[in-house]
Every structure is written in structure tokens, then in C-alpha cells.
């Protein structure tokens, strides 16, 4: 089971935000990051926790190893503006996160 | 650049089968896995199962077994079976491509490429 915090989060353009993402057992880094816009399918972001999918911006990293993992965006753009979810590639069944929604403040 | 896209009909009843196609276009169903995600309205995500071109399959046994994924490489498309539907099978459904990525020694698997999403309800 994936777990993620907070549920939703209120920045400002410019601004620097972390997101976190739990899994209930050790998955070591098989961990990926998506990012949704609405109406949108999701897009790949980050895998094995910390390599950057190509064609993603630099402003965006992911951390993290075992359990406990996160996304961060150093300095925000407008078109950052989304949801965000964690899934775990350990095994199956393939799970994920309950999502992030990032909105303006 | 690989593309997928969904078909299918928009409403089923209750209790029918919905069959959703994914067509790959711009590059070859062989040696991927091929995956099928849903996402019922204002929800997260979930994972249905995925098809290795193989034929080898894996499910998510949330679904009781109602799920059957399949190739056809010479239409360069794989489809989804979804039996006995109810209200809760509504969402948007995506296919994607899962593939592994090579880092840091080992292999690590994503989903790189996905469709557009089709919208299914499960109305009388």
C-alpha cells in the first residue's frame, strides 16, 4: 500500500515544494513519479526514485530508498500546476499512490 | 515517437461485458509489456493488469478474476475484457506501454507511454 503527503497543497509561483510518498513494505527504489494535469493522461516524471525521465525539466527530483520517498520541485512554474502520484514497480499488483493535488495559492 | 489510443463504447449496462481496444501506432507491440490503468471520476489511479507480447499476463486480483487482457500483433492492438460490470467500473480507462528502464545496474520498470483515455459508464 502507497501513502502520500499532503493530499493537496497550496504554492505560489517560485516557490520550492516536497512532496512524500510512503509504501507499507521495503521496495528499495522501484518507486516512479507521475504527473497529471486535468483531463490528461499521466506522465512520467521520475524513475527508480531518482532518474529523471527524459525530457523532464531539471527542477524536478525524487529521493528516497526503502519506504519512505519524495518528489521536489525547486522552483515552481505555472505549468507545475497538477496532481502527483506515487507507484510502486516492486511487484504485483502495481500500486499507487492516492495522488498530491498541487494548486495555486 | 510510439502512440496509443483507446476505442470502445462509451456506456455498458450493468452486469455486461465492457471490451475496450488499444491500437499502437508508430512502432511495434513486440517487446513490451502492454498495460491497462483506470481511473474512476475525481479518483486515483488504478492498475487493471498488463500483457507481455509473449502472451504472459498479470492481473489485479482486486477484480475477482472478471479481467481478461490479449494481444493480436498482427493489428498491432491489445484489448480489455472486463466482465460483470457494475456503477463502480465507471472511470476513464488508459492503456500504456510498460517497459523496463536500465539505472544504476539494474532494471526498473515504468509506464512511459500512455493513451489519451477513454471515458466508460455503467448505466442502465
Known amino acids: 500500500q502507497m501513502t502520500q503527503s499532503p493530499s493537496s497543497l497550496s504554492a505560489s509561483v517560485g516557490d520550492r515544494v516536497t512532496i512524500t510518498c510512503r509504501s507499507s513494505?521495503?521496495?528499495?527504489?522501484?518507486l516512479n513519479w507521475y504527473q497529471q494535469k486535468p483531463g490528461k493522461a499521466p506522465k512520467l516524471l521520475i524513475f527508480?526514485?531518482?532518474s529523471l525521465q527524459s525530457g523532464v525539466p531539471s527542477r524536478f527530483s525524487g529521493d528516497g530508498f526503502g519506504t519512505d520517498f519524495t518528489l521536489a520541485i525547486s522552483s515552481l512554474q505555472p505549468e507545475d500546476f497538477a496532481t502527483y502520484y506515487c507507484q510502486q514497480s516492486f511487484n504485483t499488483p502495481v500500486t499507487f499512490g492516492p495522488g498530491t493535488r498541487l494548486e495555486i495559492k | 515517437q510510439v502512440q496509443l489510443q483507446e476505442s470502445g463504447p462509451g456506456v455498458v449496462k450493468p452486469s455486461e461485458t465492457l471490451s475496450l481496444t488499444c491500437s499502437v501506432s508508430?512502432?511495434?507491440?513486440?517487446?513490451?509489456?502492454w498495460s491497462w490503468i483506470r481511473q474512476p471520476p475525481g479518483k486515483g489511479l488504478e492498475w487493471i493488469g498488463f500483457?507481455?507480447?509473449?502472451?504472459?499476463?498479470d492481473y489485479n486480483p482486486s477484480l475477482k478474476g472478471r479481467v481478461t487482457i490479449s494481444l493480436d500483433t498482427s493489428s498491432n492492438r491489445f484489448s480489455l475484457k472486463l466482465r460483470g460490470l457494475t456503477a463502480a467500473d465507471t472511470a476513464v480507462y488508459y492503456c500504456?506501454?510498460?517497459?523496463?528502464?536500465?539505472?544504476?545496474?539494474?532494471?526498473?520498470?515504468?509506464?512511459?507511454?500512455w493513451g489519451q483515455g477513454t471515458s466508460v459508464t455503467v448505466s442502465s
Open positions: 500483457i507481455h507480447y509473449s502472451g504472459t499476463t
Open positions: 527508480a526514485a531518482s
Open positions: 513494505h521495503n521496495i528499495n527504489t522501484n
Open positions: 508508430d512502432g511495434s507491440i513486440s517487446g513490451y509489456y
Open positions: 500504456a506501454r510498460r517497459q523496463s528502464q536500465y539505472q544504476l545496474l539494474s532494471y526498473y520498470y515504468v509506464m512511459d507511454v
